[in-house]
C-alpha cells in the first residue's frame, strides 16, 4: 500500500488565490521530505527539500516566498502555492524516505495537478 | 553536484524484445542506485534498486551495476506495450539526483 500521501490529487483555483498541498509519511518518520513539479513532457524537477523543524532549502530559480513550506512534524510536510498564476499550473509531487540506510528508496506521493484559471 | 545522466529516447522496441535502459554518474563514490518508472501523468513509481557491483534480477527486470565504468542499466525482457513509461535512474543521497528519464516505447 502507499507509504507516502498527497492531498489533494486535483485542484482548480483562481489566480491569485493560494492552495495548500499536504504530504504525509505514513507508517514512517521522514525528516527530510521532497518536493518536485514537473510540466508536462518535462523532467521531474526538485523544488525544495523539506527539513522537519528547520527551514525548507530551495532550489535555485524556486522562490521561497512564493512556494511556502511548512515542515511541522515528522509526518507531514505542506507546500502552499501563494498567489497562484495560470503559469504556476503543474503537477506536484512530493516524496520521502526513511533514513540512515543506503538501500532505502523514496516513495513518492500520487502528486497533485493543479490548475490556476 | 553529483548528476546523473540518461538517454532520453525515446527508446522505441517491439513487444517481446529486450529493452535496454542506460545511465552514468559522476560520483565514483556513489554506492547505490534505484530505478523508477512514471507513467505518463502519475508519480513515479520504485521498480528496482542496486546498491553491488553485478546484476540484480527482479522478475522481468534485470539491473546491472558497474562502479568502475560509472553506469547502472536496467534491462527488461519480454517487453509489453504496459511497460511503456518513462524509466528514472536516481541516487539516493540527501539531494536526490534523478536522470532526466528515457521514454519507452514498446510496440505491439
Known amino acids: 500500500g502507499a507509504v507516502v500521501s498527497q492531498h489533494p490529487s486535483r485542484v482548480i483555483c483562481k489566480s491569485g488565490t493560494s492552495v495548500k498541498i499536504e504530504c504525509r509519511s505514513l507508517?514512517?518518520?521522514?525528516?527530510?521530505m521532497f518536493w518536485y513539479r514537473q510540466f508536462p513532457k518535462q523532467s521531474l524537477m526538485l523544488m525544495a527539500t523539506?527539513?522537519?523543524?528547520?527551514?525548507?532549502?530551495?532550489e535555485q530559480g524556486v522562490e521561497k516566498d512564493k512556494f511556502l513550506i511548512n515542515h511541522a512534524s515528522l509526518t507531514l510536510s505542506t507546500l502552499t502555492v501563494t498567489s497562484a498564476h495560470p503559469e504556476d499550473s503543474s503537477f506536484y509531487i512530493c516524496?520521502?524516505?526513511?533514513?540512515?540506510?543506503?538501500?532505502?528508496?523514496?516513495?513518492f506521493g500520487n502528486g497533485t495537478r493543479l490548475t490556476v484559471t | 553536484q553529483k548528476e546523473v545522466e540518461q538517454n532520453s529516447g525515446p527508446l522505441s522496441v517491439p513487444e517481446g524484445a529486450i529493452a535496454s535502459l542506460n545511465c552514468t554518474y559522476s560520483d565514483r563514490g556513489s554506492q547505490s542506485f534505484f530505478w523508477y518508472r512514471q507513467y505518463s501523468g502519475k508519480s513515479p513509481e520504485l521498480i528496482m534498486f542496486?546498491?553491488?557491483?553485478g546484476d540484480k534480477e527482479d522478475g522481468r527486470f534485470t539491473a546491472q551495476l558497474n562502479k568502475a565504468s560509472q553506469y547502472v542499466s536496467l534491462l527488461i525482457r519480454d517487453s509489453q506495450p504496459s511497460d511503456s513509461a518513462t524509466y528514472l535512474c536516481a541516487l539516493p543521497e540527501s539531494e536526490v539526483t534523478f536522470g532526466t528519464g528515457t521514454k519507452l516505447q514498446v510496440i505491439p
Open positions: 507508517d514512517f518518520q521522514a525528516t527530510t
Open positions: 542496486i546498491y553491488s557491483n
Open positions: 523539506s527539513n522537519e523543524g528547520s527551514k525548507a532549502t530551495y
Open positions: 516524496s520521502a524516505g526513511r533514513q540512515g540506510a543506503l538501500d532505502s528508496p523514496l516513495h
